[in-house]
């Protein structure tokens, strides 16, 4: 294991200035995440337009620097994309921070791809791995317009 | 007092973690475990192993004395009166929800009064909600000052004729606070009120006098005095145990049984439903012989010297809040560091070697009252070192480093 590879720059950049940060106007989705065993919680706003595109997406919470950089990398990676797509980007996520897998789809350019890597330290530490998924898992619950809140324990 | 000595008798302590010695700062979650109580376990089971109190060959019998021994030595290190007032359960939770669900059955009704603290660890509130969703009783908070200690004038005010028990921590598990339960405890009996001590942290820590206390029920777990997990006990007074129904039903807790009715043997068997972690509350006892080898006022006087260096060294780390000031308070310090996340705290300190805890301790309620949503926390045990606590201040200066900043 090695420190930094866990808290690489971006991440302790985006730790410390979250992008996206705060609600945004006319959102038509919106989900909360919570995890009872560290006490995170994330809400995940989002402009979905006609064409179901992400329009706008933008969160608010608290948690630490991994899951705030996450959730703040995972905002400026979706916005823009169709609903698809980003649901695509969320799944190639997850199997990288639990299994160790690539990044594959050509969705994402070289510079989101770099992003979106520097979250894969995150699966030598097992305990905190749930951390950085929160805020995709709620993402999800957004794009799937669902308003219930989603309690992730692992 | 020899501490690297009591150390060596920890084999935990010869494994390396991250390849650094470990320093386990983590013995408010569970303790770690002296060789005695380790091989105790697997001796018995290679030995000695029977079920208790069932059958009449020898293996049994032996079984049966040594199960009764360790009731024995806990009545001893408690100071109760009869080793009938000593029940054997799975830990302090199981102690509490016992209490909460005999008690309960017969002295709770709709608009009755349950009184516990701000400082209560989940498991001294959730079993008193269960009786507010059940019977319609209504739980009140006493508050806490900002050091962490219990307003005591202010628990009095709470009490009233419908007041029924009052659920109290000996000690708490995130600002380390002593709480005077024996006052609070006179208070209320002046009122005719019963009082439960969850005693689950201050068994460890400090020395236990049911009688001098006067408590009405105590809560302990094993796990935490350098015992096995698994086994708990609760102390009742002998009064209440008798008028109290039985908990869990099976075999082992009855008197008679027939088609139509069934009576129940007298306490303590009649809470001891089904076949009781044997090897567990056999090798529990070597974990309070163990504590008596030290001597539970060198482990005080151990403890108090750590506590006091430590909150003198991290208090020079401009960083770092000390949560809570209380005016007794024992080898238990929650922090906070300025623009860290306690989680990410855990996770570099680890990196060290140094084990702490980090999240809400299951007190939500206490953070909730101080604003914070998480905090990290050191706890100490026998076997630490004033270089654990060397250790643990250098790991934290490493935690700014790591996030670079100044």
Redesign the interface.
């Known amino acids: 294991?090695n420190?930094?590879e866990?808290?690489q720059d971006i991440i302790?950049e985006h730790g410390?200035s979250p992008r996206n940060f705060g609600k945004c106007n006319g959102h038509n989705h919106e989900a909360k995440g919570y995890n009872p065993?560290?006490?995170?919680q994330v809400q995940v706003y989002l402009k979905l337009n006609n064409e179901k595109n992400v329009e706008e997406v933008t969160f608010e919470g608290?948690?630490?620097?991994?899951s705030i950089a996450s959730t703040s990398i995972m905002t400026e990676l979706v916005k823009g994309k169709s609903l698809e797509t980003a649901k695509k980007i969320v799944n190639e996520f997850l199997s990288m921070v639990k299994t160790g897998s690539e990044i594959k789809t050509k969705d994402l350019n070289e510079d989101q791809k770099t992003k979106i890597m520097s979250l894969s330290g995150v699966k030598q530490?097992p305990?905190?791995v749930k951390?950085a998924t929160l805020s995709w898992h709620t993402l999800v619950s957004a794009l799937d317009g669902k308003k219930k809140r989603l309690i992730q324990r692992n | 007092m020899n501490i690297e000595n009591i150390k060596l008798q920890f084999p935990i302590f010869s494994k390396k973690i991250n390849g650094k010695p470990l320093v386990y700062l983590d013995s408010s979650n569970s303790s770690q475990k002296p060789i005695s109580v380790i091989n105790k376990l697997d001796d018995f089971y290679k030995n000695e192993f029977s079920n208790v109190g069932r059958s009449i060959h020898s293996l049994a019998v032996n079984a049966t004395n040594k199960f009764e021994e360790t009731r024995e030595s806990m009545k001893v290190f408690i100071n109760a009166n009869s080793k009938d007032e000593i029940i054997f359960t799975k830990n302090a939770t199981e102690s509490i929800n016992l209490v909460a669900t005999t008690f309960g059955q017969h002295n709770i009704k709709k608009g009755d009064e349950i009184i516990i603290t701000e400082l209560e660890h989940h498991s001294n509130y959730v079993p008193w909600h269960y009786l507010r969703e059940s019977k319609g009783a209504i739980i009140k908070f006493a508050p806490i000052n900002e050091d962490g200690d219990i307003l005591i004038n202010e628990l009095e005010k709470l009490m009233s004729s419908k007041t029924k028990i009052i659920a109290v921590t000996h000690l708490s598990n995130v600002t380390g606070t002593i709480v005077p339960v024996k006052e609070i405890i006179e208070i209320a009996h002046k009122k005719n009120i019963p009082v439960l001590v969850d005693g689950c942290q201050s068994a460890p820590h400090i020395k236990i006098d049911v009688k001098d206390l006067d408590c009405d029920f105590y809560a302990i777990s094993g796990h935490k005095v350098y015992g096995p997990t698994g086994v708990g006990i609760l102390y009742g007074k002998k009064k209440w145990l008798e008028k109290l129904p039985p908990y869990i039903g099976g075999g082992g807790m009855i008197n008679e049984v027939k088609k139509d009715k069934i009576s129940y043997a007298q306490a303590p068997e009649k809470y001891e439903a089904g076949t009781m972690p044997t090897a567990e509350v056999v090798a529990f006892n070597e974990s309070i012989k163990f504590m008596n080898s030290i001597g539970i006022e060198n482990l005080i006087e151990h403890e108090k010297k750590l506590t006091n260096y430590a909150l003198e060294k991290l208090k020079k780390i401009n960083s770092v809040k000390i949560i809570g000031n209380p005016k007794n308070k024992a080898g238990v310090i929650s922090f906070t560091i300025k623009e860290i996340h306690p989680h990410d705290i855990a996770t570099i300190l680890d990196e060290d070697g140094v084990a702490i805890r980090a999240g809400h301790h299951c007190c939500q309620i206490l953070h909730e009252k101080l604003n914070l949503v998480a905090t990290a926390r050191a706890s100490f045990g026998i076997y630490n070192t004033i270089e654990d606590i060397d250790i643990l201040c250098k790991a934290i200066e490493n935690c700014r480093k790591v996030f670079d900043l100044k």
């Open positions: 294991m420190l930094k866990l808290y302790l410390k065993l560290c006490g995170d608290s948690g630490c620097a991994i530490y305990m905190r951390c």
